[in-house]
Nanobody
Framework: VQLQACGGGLVQPGGSLRLSCIAS????????MGWYRQAPGKQRELVAR???????NFADSVKGRFNISRDNAKNTVYLQIYSLKAEDTAVYYC???????????????WGQGTLVTVSS
């Protein structure tokens, strides 16, 4: 199983960005998919996550500016970011809690990270 994230880049403050993450490989089903971020010198933190039925959770710091969605048919999760701030600068990682076989254990996989830099 692999998770491939993309969509990061250099954005001016106030700008928008959409990150994508595709899960591929031997996947039976995916429960939660989510996005974390790690800023320089800081611990990785949860940004948002979404369940298979579309229920979402957001970090307080991003509520109202970030939106998470997923396409279950494509095993893809998206993070739409609006009104970017300098403090949003970080490497963004996607993850997925999934099953590779029926009745198997739930496993967590991580993507490689995509860098978002907010600067003028």
């Amino acid at each position: 199983v692999q998770l491939q994230a993309c969509g990061g880049g250099l954005v001016q403050p106030g700008g928008s960005l959409r990150l994508s993450c595709i899960a591929s490989g031997s996947i039976f089903s995916i429960n939660f998919m989510g996005w974390y971020r790690q800023a320089p010198g800081k611990q990785r933190e949860l940004v948002a996550r979404i369940s298979s039925d579309g229920s979402t959770n957001f970090a307080d710091s991003v509520k109202g500016r970030f939106n998470i969605s997923r396409d279950n048919a494509k095993n893809t999760v998206y993070l739409q970011i609006y009104s970017l701030k300098a403090e949003d600068t970080a490497v963004y990682y996607c993850n997925a809690d999934l099953f590779t076989v029926v009745h198997g254990p739930e496993l967590r996989y991580w993507g490689q990270g995509t860098l978002v830099t907010v600067s003028s």
